[in-house]
């Protein structure tokens, strides 16, 4: 298997695949590369395609009506996005920029209805994505609604030590690539608020802060504070 395949292996729609069927679709679905800071979509663009992330990281955004930025996740390799608009083909629902230099791998509707035929293992790997995209959706909406700031910053710093962070001797190394600006629009409050809850964590030795990048020292405590 190629390094692309491996990749593929951790989203949901390869996952239960044999290897004959992973290597043909893989081998019908395009390829994309973008730069970092560029835009593979606009919200509202016309959209017909599954993207797969397989190098980098991406951030999936909305804007409100008075302008302001929120975003809806973080995303690298092995993780899909664009899904909905293989079953409902009509306007994307967020903005999807290049956080790093990232590449990707693209399914279309056509395609994809035409494997689904006969292959419920694909249309279970889809609903699996589904699902967590649910779940995930509503326990943001729950945050927002029950959690403090401090809360949300912890937890989402050990969302993105789960999926990029490398343990050390002193600690989770969480090269995470946002901006403060960006880091307060994942979390969903301002700099100024976050900034605030990453010096305090920081005071109590919790944590360490680096440019793009936090030191996760004592991740027992950011746990019970994600609570």
């Given at each position: ?78 993780q899909m996005f664009g899904e909905l608009s293989l079953f409902d083909p009509g306007p994307r629902s967020a ?46 909406v729950a945050d927002l609604v029950f959690s403090d700031v401090p809360g949300r910053v912890s937890k989402a ?7 990029f962070g490398r343990t050390a001797d002193d600690g989770v190394h969480v090269h995470h690539d946002l901006t ?48």
């Open positions: 298997m190629s390094l692309d395949n491996d990749v593929l292996r951790q989203a949901p729609l390869f996952r239960t695949l044999d290897e004959e069927a992973a290597s043909a679709l893989r081998a019908s679905m395009g390829e994309t590369r973008l730069a970092r800071g560029e835009t593979l979509f606009h919200e509202g663009d016309p959209g017909d395609r599954l993207y797969i992330v397989t190098e980098g990281k991406v951030k999936l955004g909305r804007t409100s009506s008075d302008g302001r930025e929120n975003l809806l996740a973080i995303l690298g390799p092995g903005t999807v920029t290049a956080v790093t230099e990232s590449s990707f791998l693209s399914l279309s509707h056509d395609v994809m209805m035409k494997w689904l035929d006969g292959r419920p293992q694909v249309a279970l790997g889809m609903l699996t994505q589904l699902a967590s995209r649910l779940r995930k959706t509503n326990e943001v710093l050990l969302d993105l030590a789960d999926r403060q600006e960006e880091l307060a629009q994942l979390v969903g409050a301002s700099r100024e608020t976050v900034n605030k809850a990453l010096a305090d964590f920081a005071s109590r030795g919790w944590i360490r802060l680096e440019p793009r990048s936090v030191v996760i020292m004592d991740i027992e405590r950011m746990r019970r504070r994600a609570r």
